[in-house]
Structures are given as C-alpha cells and as structure tokens.
C-alpha cells in the first residue's frame, strides 16, 4: 500500500469548522469534516479547510494539530451569512481560493455541499487539480411534496448539483442511500459515486457508566422519568415539532423528560417560537430542557444520560446523531427515511418510524420504554454496532478514493 503523504484541500464555503455543531449553519457536516480531517492529518497527511471568514476577529489562519489549518478567505463581509446569500460570494471565494492554492498548490480538493463544489470547479480545472465532491444533503426538485420537510430551493442549487454530478471529478456519498439519491435525482455516473462510510468517535462517546449513572438506573426502575434527548439544529428539516406533539400525546403519568439540544440557523428564529409555543400549550414547561448548541464533550454527557434518542428528521444522507447515540449505549426511534435506515438497525439498536402521525411516533415510544430490559439490549447492541466504525477507517478510504482520482 502506498504510504505517501498527501496534500489535501477541503472546501467548506458556507459554514467553518470552528463552529460549534447544532449553532449558525453548523451540523453534522462539521462534525464528519473536521473528524475525517483530524485523522487524515495524525495519519501524516497535509490538510487544509478553506472556509469563508464570517467574523472579523478570527485569525486568516488557525492551526488546529500538526497538519491541519483553517484559511479563512475575505469572501463578502465578515458577518453571518443566511444559507441562501452564500450564492453572491461563490465567485469571490473560488478567486481567493485559487490565489491560495497558485502560492501552496494540494494534490486533491475536496467540496463539502455545493457552494463549496460550484466555487471550487473552475479553481480546479484551471489548476489541474483533481476535484472530489461531497453533497451532505441535495435540493429537493419543486415538484417533489414538500411535506417531506425539504425546503424549496433557487433554480441556482437544482442547477448546480447536477451540473457537480456531472462535471466533477468523483462523488462521494456518506450511505448507499445517498448514493441513490445522487443517481435518481441528479443522473449522476454510477461509476462515479464511491460511499465513504462514517465514522464515528468512541470514546468521546461512551455509555454512561459512573455513580450517578446507577443511581439513574436505580431511579428508572423504581418508576423515576425517563429522558427523551433530541439533537440538532432547530429547523423544521429536523422535524422537532413532531417529537413535541409525540411526548405530548404520552399520558402524563408516564410521559418521559424532553431535552432538546442545539441552536437556530440565522434565519430560524421564527421556528424556534414554534417549538417554545408548542411546549408551553401542550404544558410540557416543566418537563422539557431547551440547552442551547454544546460543546462535543457536554453533547457526549448529555447523549449518554438519557434514556432514549429521538431522530425525526424528514431528510438525513446518513443521521450521524444516531451513531453518537448508538456509540453511548443509548436506543434511537429514528424516522425510516433515507440514511436513517443504515444508522439504526430496526428491531436491533432501536426502531425505524414512518410518517408525521404523532400518535404513531408516542407509541413507539412508550413500547420501547416500558420494557427495561429490551431497552438494555438495544442499548449493548447498539454500542457493539458502532464499535465497528471509526474516524481513522473513514479517512483510510478516503486516502483510498484520493489515490485512485490522482492516478486516474
């Protein structure tokens, strides 16, 4: 095998690696960059995040361990962008890119979501540099329902996914069924589109296992509350409101802790009152914890002290919060929709839910909780199922994928 160090460029136009996940534009998108580029870089490789500077404090350059740099470009002004003003400094960024890259070329470039990809082609092209695109999540086309919970997206993403789907170099996909996504929805080459499976970190995210972890347990058996943990940006793609309305139909008596975890989009305060709105009606005040975005190692702790996660996204490429959960000996009812269906295995380390009845969602939820000692099993399960999985086994099939693109 070729042990060869690498030059890396990974293109992250509309939100940075330095955010913290679940604020601004930050997801699980930062989470699987910024986790692939910290194992890349302690495997010996050279890797640089260009991101678009959105404030004026940060520094242009931020070096996060050996081999690994932020580069902040002066794309439009340093302030938070809403998702859909990216579009006017896509120009400005591939210019400043390739300025970048004519003084320290890289070897590869890889483009996170299609800003990154639409801003990157013409730097690559001009450069000779081979072009690797990641997507995290496609437009849905306008005729689609949108009661699916995608948004309607400008003719600019439709047009630009696929035009990334055919002009850049190799697509890679997080699960087969983004795979799928990319060849239905946007007539991408199925010789073109690898799957680059997630890792996920074990031991940031462990089950819970010290005093106060048995007391809890203790307490549960006794007939103490449970708690139903949800995580991730507060948008209406998430499909919070639907696990509201499901924890609200459990009578009271034997309805779980709600605690919510993450922070609004620029553009997302209006759903944010919905939600608040949605508790209080349905007189959940007491019972329900909105924390706010976390640091990774507070999410672990919060992740591991709960009783059950609830993932009712209407549209995940994978649903990486599923694995954190998974990795903390933590069950998951997950929406049967898309990547969802290969981050929990139904039946083994939690259960897969169709539709937006809420009715249907609470009774899954008070089956699952009302038997102890099959939550146990699913939760023993689900930690053997993402001990397979690691960030280092990720970025060693990227370096695969890399090599092959290069000497093509």
Known sequence: MDTASLSIGFVMLHTSPLDVPGTKDAGGMNVVVRAQAEALAAAGHRV?????????????????????????????????????????????FGDLLADELRADPVQVLHAEHWFSGIAA????????????????????????????????????????????????????????????????????????????????????????????????????????????????????????????????????????????????????????????????????LRTTAFDGALRRRELAERIRSATLMLVPSHSETFGLVALEAAASGVPVIARDAGGLREAVIAGETGALVAGDDAAVWADAVLEMLGDAARLKEMGDAARTHALRRSWQASSERLVEVYRDIIGD
């Open 121 to 284: 082609l013409p730097v690559a092209r001009e450069l000779g540099v081979p072009l690797v695109q990641s997507y995290h999540s496609i437009a849905a086309p306008p005729e689609s329902p949108l009661g699916e919970g995608e948004r309607p997206e400008s003719p600019g993403r439709l047009a630009g996914e696929a035009r990334l789907a055919n002009e850049a170099d190799l697509i890679i996909a997080v699960s087969e069924a983004e795979r799928a996504t990319v060849l239905a929805r946007l007539a991408g080459d199925p010789g073109r589109v690898r799957v680059v499976p997630l890792g996920v970190d074990t031991e940031l995210f462990h089950p819970c296992d010290t005093a106060a972890c048995e007391e809890q347990r203790d307490w549960l058996r006794g007939g103490g509350r449970a708690e139903v943990i949800l995580v991730g940006r507060l948008h209406p793609l998430k499909g919070f409101d639907l696990a509201i309305d499901a924890i609200a139909r459990i009578p009271e008596d034997q309805r779980p802790s709600l605690r919510i975890v993450g922070a609004p989009p620029p553009d997302g305060d209006e759903y944010v009152r919905a939600l608040h709105d949605a508790v209080a009606q349905h007189g959940m």
């Open 48 to 92: 640089r995040i260009f991101t678009r500077r959105s404030d004026a404090e940060t520094p242009s350059r931020v070096e996060l361990r050996p081999n690994l740099t932020v580069v902040l470009l002066d794309a439009g002004a340093p302030r938070l962008l809403a998702k859909g003003e990216h579009e006017s400094v896509m120009v400005q």
